[in-house]
């Protein structure tokens, strides 16, 4: 009776000790987002660069995933990227905007068998794809006024010449 007790007590504790050292943390991922700040969209269509670190001493190659929070936003799926070893790489992401606001995307890392490398970053995008057109209009504007004044300066000039 004694032994069965022992092999119950051993198999028990080797649950335990199983159990222990699958719920340890897991090391911190060596490829990940690099947090930056908020992001200031002018136009309709951009493409938003996303900071991506590789800590390891190889190149890897990586997809760089982002997702919309809002339908105003439209945001392609992912980019394929190479990031070069112990350093760091920017993902450019196309981007195009609908309508003025804020808006988060969520952007995330995964190997090109889509396993998901590290945490959910947040970005956070601040678009304001009419103040584009606005800016093109006031220098547009500035540009024939100056031009008018000119123009006038030289009419004068030349009206004084000639009487004189």
């Not at 938003?48 to 190149?59: E, K, S, T």
């Not at 790489?89 to 804020?102: F, Q, R, T, W, Y």
């Not at 678009?127 to 031009?147: K, M, Q, R, T, W």
Request: charged fraction near 20%; proline fraction near 4%; glycine fraction near 6%.
């Amino acid at each position: 009776m004694t032994k069965f007790f022992t092999k119950v007590f051993l198999a028990v504790l080797v649950l335990v000790s199983v159990g222990t050292t699958a719920n340890a943390a897991l090391p911190p991922a060596q490829v990940f987002i690099v947090t930056g700040s908020d992001i200031n969209m002018v136009s309709r269509e951009s493409k938003v660069p996303v900071g991506v670190q590789n800590n390891y001493d190889r190149a890897v190659r990586i997809r760089v995933h982002a997702r919309s929070t809002n339908a105003q936003l439209n945001v392609q799926d992912y980019v394929s990227l190479t990031v070069p070893a112990n350093s760091r790489k920017d993902a450019l992401i196309p981007i195009s905007v609908i309508s003025n606001g804020e808006f988060k995307v969520k952007v995330w890392v995964t190997t090109f068998t889509d396993i998901r490398i590290g945490r959910t970053t947040d970005l956070k995008l601040t678009a304001n794809p009419d103040i584009e057109l606005y800016i093109l209009f006031g220098f547009g504007s500035l540009i024939v006024v100056l031009v008018g004044l000119g123009a006038s300066r030289m009419i004068r000039r030349s009206k004084s010449g000639a009487s004189a």
